[in-house]
């Protein structure tokens, strides 16, 4: 599932690609992509106007017009949005949008969980206004941080998911976040010392920074990135394998519904 690092890849790729085009005619192939809106209004209100720039809140990508209203994408699961060359469209294709320069910007999206919809900025404000901080911007201090921590009797992993708290951070990041800073995932963030929290926070920053310059390098050149480029997971989705530090079984544990990887020797605190 895209998080922080995965959304600000397309963001940037779509940067380049779309920013100063305009959307010459829209085509919503699934519904339910743009529900409750229905998809000949989406299709009505992106007409004709210039994307201007290309956002990332938390993991929601932002599509800014210069008539106001802003094409928000939530991918979920398995979206990417993407430009193409006209004409060529893969099979999950969820809505296209031909542009002015003469290419053509899809939602593709395999499993169809992603959502597409067209709001004004005061509607913006209300849908993304109790996301917390941006890790990577200046905002994350860690006064901040301490101040949220201290206030929250969360187990760890779930206050890290917790998009009031961070922007971004999901399953993958929040459990590499906890391995770097040697922090049980199942700890009460109130519990945390001091030291722990600070450790916390400068790991979150850490782990976002590389994983962004690694799902950077993936998303530009999907055919050409060698595995060893790739963001090397500590211990997501290595249930059973070795701590790259210790050596000891990587344990998996169920927290909120989702699985939990951490290392039973370093993350002792
Ligand atoms: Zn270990």
Redesign the pocket.
């Known amino acids: 599932m895209p998080e922080l690092p995965e959304v600000e890849a397309v963001r940037r790729r779509l940067q380049k690609e779309v920013t100063g085009a305009a959307i010459c005619s829209a085509r919503i192939i699934r519904a339910r992509t743009t529900h409750p809106q229905s998809p000949s209004r989406v299709e009505r209100l992106v007409r004709r106007q210039t994307i201007e720039e290309v956002r990332r809140r938390g993991k929601n990508l932002l599509l800014d017009r210069s008539g106001g209203l802003a094409i928000h994408v939530h991918l979920r699961m398995t979206g990417d949005l993407r430009t193409t060359s006209a004409g060529l469209l893969p099979p999950s294709v969820r809505a296209a949008f031909c542009l002015s320069n003469g290419r053509t910007l899809v939602f593709d999206d395999p499993r169809a969980l992603g959502t597409l919809h067209v709001h004004c900025a005061e509607e913006l404000a209300h849908l993304l206004g109790h996301i917390g901080p941006e890790p990577l911007s200046a905002a994350f201090t860690s006064l901040r941080f301490r101040d949220a921590a201290r206030r929250s009797t969360q187990p760890a992993k779930l206050f890290l998911m917790d998009q009031r708290h961070v922007a971004g951070l999901g399953n993958i990041y929040a459990a590499e976040a906890l391995?770097h800073a040697g922090i049980h995932p199942g700890r009460l963030m109130n519990a945390l010392r001091p030291s722990q929290v600070e450790a916390l926070h400068a790991a979150i920053r850490e782990v976002l920074r590389k994983a962004v310059r690694s799902a950077v390098r993936a998303y530009t050149r999907p055919d050409r990135v060698e595995e060893a480029e790739c963001f090397p997971f500590a211990v997501y989705g290595r249930e059973s394998e070795p701590?790259?530090?210790?050596?000891?079984a990587?344990r998996r544990i169920t927290q909120g519904g989702r699985s939990t990887y951490y290392?039973?020797?370093?993350?002792k605190g």
Do not use: A, D, M, V
């Open positions: 391995f701590c790259p530090r210790c050596g000891r990587i290392c039973p020797g370093c993350q």
